[in-house]
């Protein structure tokens, strides 16, 4: 198997899995008791808590744990909201739907207060002109801005967006799931209020992740009980989890250089490609993007199609639409950035890592240049393969 679906989600590093199964084992404490025992797991969440804090230039106190990337973002856009009951939420057409359906559910409510989308470009960066004129009109409480997009990798302006919000004094969230582990994120720069992380994007387990809050910013929690997490997110803490994850930011702070080494895999296989099929594209060309992300149009091909043949040869990706009960919905991302449907049904991303190999790139190249080759004289442009469903990532 190539698997080229890492964001999506990642392969657990060895040493993270290590470093977890004493937790799911013999130290089993719960970090709340007094006694001994429970210090114990206590002081491993503590250390975890460092390790993650200092993967992004914040101070420890300032990590919240949580379940993953999708709980942060709803804990840090809901709380932030509450505190601005008269103002609403602006965010981007190319969120991840862990904000896009806050949005959306907002624009649902009986308040009156529709949340707004900033638009993006056709290389799919948020339009910072816009964005300083909606925040200028004094409707939003609260902004939020995806740091590097899930499906074309394309990097946002984060540092001026969050400039922008702080000089109209606006709170300022950003999901940075896809960024950090990948690229250099120190909320030290930038007057950040929340910041979102997941565990499972950076070779950590499934299932945990951080907030990242100001330490001068207030913070409303969104689920309560026994008051854990400094009263912030209730709820008997994932040590394993917890400490996986700490591990995964260590290694991955460490590890930031071999995004070089990643970046030229990946233009390694862009140029392959492009090299040996006709009419192929990369969205988000024209921006800085991540450096594991390569997202294709493959002009005339249907990209369920390609998906299954790419599968039965072993390669994993992902589609540029979702499935949902049979239909095919083409990728709200590639429609953002002002392209066809058709084009969204003709994409597919490709997302390496760390443990991708030069020999599966140049293996996964001749498998994409056969497997198109093979719709391209099997189906006419137009007709489409239904595939099972999926959901994005
Ligand atoms: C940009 C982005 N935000 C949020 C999430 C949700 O993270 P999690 O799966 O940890 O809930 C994802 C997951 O794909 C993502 O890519």
């Given amino acids: 198997m190539i698997y080229l679906d890492n964001n999506a989600t990642t392969r657990v590093d060895p040493a993270v899995r ?10 089993y404490g719960n970090p709340s008791a007094g006694y001994r025992f429970g210090k114990e797991t206590r002081k491993a969440l503590a250390e975890a808590r460092e390790k993650v804090a200092a993967l992004i230039g914040a101070h420890p106190e300032e990590i919240v744990f949580t379940s993953g990337g999708t709980e942060s973002n709803n804990a840090a856009i809901r709380s932030a909201l509450s505190y601005t009951p008269e103002r609403s939420l602006l965010t981007t057409t190319v969120e991840h739907s862990a904000v896009f359906e806050i949005a959306e559910s907002l624009g649902d409510d009986s308040t009156g207060l529709s949340p707004a989308l900033n638009p993006v470009g056709s290389s799919g960066i948020p339009c910072l002109v816009e964005w300083e004129k909606s925040l200028a009109s004094e409707r939003y409480g609260v902004a939020s801005m995806i740091w590097a997009n899930n499906e074309t990798g394309v990097i946002s302006p984060v540092a001026e967006a969050a400039e922008i919000a702080a000089e109209k004094n606006i709170y300022f969230h950003t999901d940075a799931v896809q960024a950090v582990g990948k690229i250099p994120v120190n909320v030290a720069d930038y007057p950040i209020h929340a910041l979102s992380l997941s565990g499972h994007k950076l070779h950590g387990p499934k299932g945990v992740g951080a907030l990242y809050l100001n330490r ?4 409303h929690p969104q689920i309560l009980g026994g008051g854990q997490e ?5 709820g008997t803490e994932n040590v394993p ?7 995964a930011a260590e290694l991955a ?19 392959g ?17 991540l450096p594991n992300t390569s997202n294709l149009y493959f002009s ?14 072993g390669v994993c990706c992902s589609p540029g639409s979702a499935c949902s009960t049979g239909s095919v919905k083409p990728s709200r991302i590639i ?3 002002g392209h066809s449907s058709s084009r969204a049904r003709s994409s597919v991303r490709f997302s390496l890592s760390r443990h991708t190999t030069e020999k599966e790139i140049d293996e996964a190249v001749g498998i994409v240049e056969k497997a198109v080759g093979k719709l391209r004289i099997v189906l006419p442009s137009g007709s489409r393969v239904i595939s099972s469903g999926s959901r994005k990532s």
């Fill in 241 to 247: 989890g917890i400490v996986g994850l700490g591990v």
């Fill in 216 to 219: 001068r910013s207030r913070f």
């Fill in 230 to 234: 400094d009263n912030r997110r209730s």
């Fill in 335 to 337: 429609r953002a950035m």
């Fill in 300 to 313: 005339g091909v249907d990209g369920e199609g390609l998906l299954i043949l790419l599968d039965e040869a």
């Fill in 253 to 271: 702070a460490g590890r930031l250089t071999d995004s070089e080494n990643i970046a030229a895999l990946r233009d390694r296989f862009e140029q």
């Fill in 18 to 27: 290590e470093a977890m199964l004493p937790w799911l084992d013999e130290h």
């Fill in 273 to 289: 490609v492009i090299e040996v099929v006709d009419g192929v594209e990369v969205n988000g060309a024209d921006a800085e993007r």
